[in-house]
């Protein structure tokens, strides 16, 4: 389902992954990703409503319709990459021991932040981006618990298909890789059932794009390969030329935070499950400490079940 330009236009201004020993986080970028959605949150997610994101499309699948669904039914189809619809409005109210299961998280837009230059000033505004990347960008499987904390409930992520690879490109060609995630997710919400209307949000951890194992085309790497660019000894002697270098040669694995909101809209009580749209934002990938990261914002729709 395609999203409207002036909606996110509107929303813009209104263990795969084990770390290596050098870990950084970008803790003023970190803060700077809260204040944008505590911000701009509410505005994104009610400019969804508003555009229908939510709403089930011509072809909209039940989960017991993907369910019935056999492999070649599914196959090349991007069936795989999309999550079920929830058809209702009752309410749900977890128990003490209920789990949130079967989550799945399906990117629906995408937007960069971009420094843009009109009048001889320039100001940060988020663009709107295309996905390059093949239909597997949905997260999938995500299970985790539910608490409740001072009359309302809180999730904490624990497993799943929880991370996806994902580049998006901009409007002048410049693609930008990140690690689409909820790793570690801890989402409260005010009030003490699922219904439509409820919201909840929280920070997660964002690992690095690439692991340590990974080697840049020079032979590079944070865990194993060469500690500098074999063909240019003279530049990285220590001396001189070092200090230019050392982003390129100085491989780490930075783990970032990033934020979601999520807002239930549909809530279906006979097979306990509830669906709703979201908005998170992240930082991208840094290519193991080299690049300056960028925002990236994300759009879409969530399904979940409550396993009481």
């Known amino acids: 389902m395609k999203i409207a330009v002036a909606t996110l236009a509107l929303a813009a201004s209104a263990s795969a992954f ?3 020993s050098t870990v ?18 509410k505005v994104a997610l009610a400019g969804a409503v508003a555009i229908g994101i939510s709403a089930a499309p011509a ?6 319709e993907l369910n019935s669904l056999s492999y070649l039914q599914v196959k090349g189809t991007g069936l795989a990459n999309r999550c079920a619809e929830v058809i209702g409005e009752g309410s749900i109210k977890p128990t003490k021991d209920a789990r949130l299961v079967d989550m799945c998280i399906e990117p629906k837009a995408w937007a960069v932040e971009e420094e843009i230059g009109k009048g001889g000033k320039t100001e940060k505004k ?3 981006s295309k996905v390059m990347t093949r239909q597997t960008y949905t997260l999938e499987g995500i299970e985790g618990t539910l608490k409740s904390d001072g009359g309302g409930i809180v999730f904490k992520e624990k497993e799943g298909i929880d991370y996806a690879p994902t580049t998006v490109q901009l409007p002048g060609g410049e693609r930008v890789p990140f690690l689409f995630t909820v790793k570690d997710l801890e989402a409260k919400g005010k009030g003490g059932e699922f219904k439509p209307g409820f919201q909840m949000g929280g920070d997660f951890t964002t690992p690095s794009y690439r692991t340590g194992l990974f080697l840049d085309p020079k032979g590079r790497g944070g865990t194993t390969g060469y500690d500098m660019a074999v063909a240019l000894p003279g530049l990285q002697s220590g001396e001189n030329g070092d200090d230019d270098m050392f982003a390129e040669n100085n491989k ?20 306990s499950e509830i669906g709703g749209v979201f908005v998170a934002t992240q930082l991208s990938d840094t290519d193991m ?18 396993q009481q």
């Not at 950084?24 to 949150?41: E, I, N, V, Y």
């Open 18 to 20: 084990a770390p290596v």
């Open 252 to 271: 780490t694995f930075d783990v970032t935070k990033g934020r979601i909101e999520m807002e239930v809209n549909q809530v279906n009580n006979e097979d």
């Open 24 to 41: 950084q986080s970008s803790t003023k970028l970190d803060m700077s990703l809260r204040d944008d959605l505590a911000q701009f949150g």
């Open 289 to 306: 400490g080299s690049k300056v990261p960028k925002k990236i914002l994300t759009k879409g729709i969530f399904y979940a079940k409550i």
């Open 126 to 128: 988020f663009v709107n």
């Open 59 to 64: 072809q909209a699948l039940t989960k017991n």
